[in-house]
């Protein structure tokens, strides 16, 4: 029989879990929202963001309910202390992917330089990366969340390299100017979406391997084997 600690450690993981269900599928519909042009799942996005905040309230009362009823240690208090980050970033990831939806409804539709974009490209990416995040929590599983980390430079640069496009787009004629910021701010948002992705994936692994990796990726991951630094 479960201790009443330990049934709030599975509530908590149970939560964190439909709502990353429910985050993942708000970005997948805002996506293919843009990409079939289709209002109807662009609307549906933004109406449910409601349910997103309220399991983002759950989730943090129950985080301050285990904090102040019990004295978790070592991987509980990684987990609990993760699952504050990961459901803050899992609220940004909603609110994002109704931005999207929002100025993907300036127009209701696709503009006629949309292949131009690097939109389809950075949504692929975006997309694998929140999956893997997701997975990797799930899971428990630090290499997947060390794949979705090595991804975020590639989405960067893809972003420089369609925000170049979009100012051509732009000058090319002024016509275009509306379209091409919205497109120029969804693409950002694109990139944004991985760098909450990659906060996830930061927060698996210190759950899973006890270890702070912000700020250090080369000597965490990319560097088997290198001494830690001595310190001043």
Do not use: W
């Amino acid at each position: 029989m479960l201790t009443p600690y330990e049934n709030q450690l599975n509530k908590l993981k149970t939560r964190l879990i439909k709502m990353c269900s429910i985050v993942d599928e708000q970005v997948e519909l805002g996506i293919d929202a843009v990409m079939s042009d289709d209002t109807s799942k662009a609307r549906f996005v933004i109406e449910r963001d409601s349910k997103v905040d309220k399991y983002d309230i759950k989730i943090d009362r129950i985080c301050q309910k285990i904090f102040a009823l019990n004295q978790p240690v070592a991987m509980d208090l990684r987990l609990i202390m993760s699952a504050l980050t990961i459901n803050s970033n899992l609220e940004r990831i909603g609110d994002i992917a109704v931005n999207i939806c929002e100025n993907y409804l300036i127009k209701g539709k696709k503009p006629h330089f949309f292949d131009r974009t690097r939109f389809s490209q950075m949504a692929e990416i975006t997309r694998e990366m929140i999956k893997n995040a997701i997975d990797s929590f799930i899971e428990s599983n630090a290499s997947m969340a060390k794949r979705v980390i090595e991804k975020d430079e590639i989405l960067d640069k893809i972003n420089i390299e369609n925000h170049k496009i979009m100012i051509d787009i732009m000058k090319e004629n002024q016509d275009n100017i509306e379209e091409a910021v919205a497109y120029l701010v969804m693409c950002r948002q694109l990139e944004r979406l991985g760098d909450h992705a990659t906060n996830i994936a930061e927060d698996v692994f210190f759950i899973v391997e006890a270890q702070t990796i912000k700020h250090n990726y080369e000597k965490y991951l990319f560097q088997d084997g290198i001494d830690d630094e001595d310190e001043d």
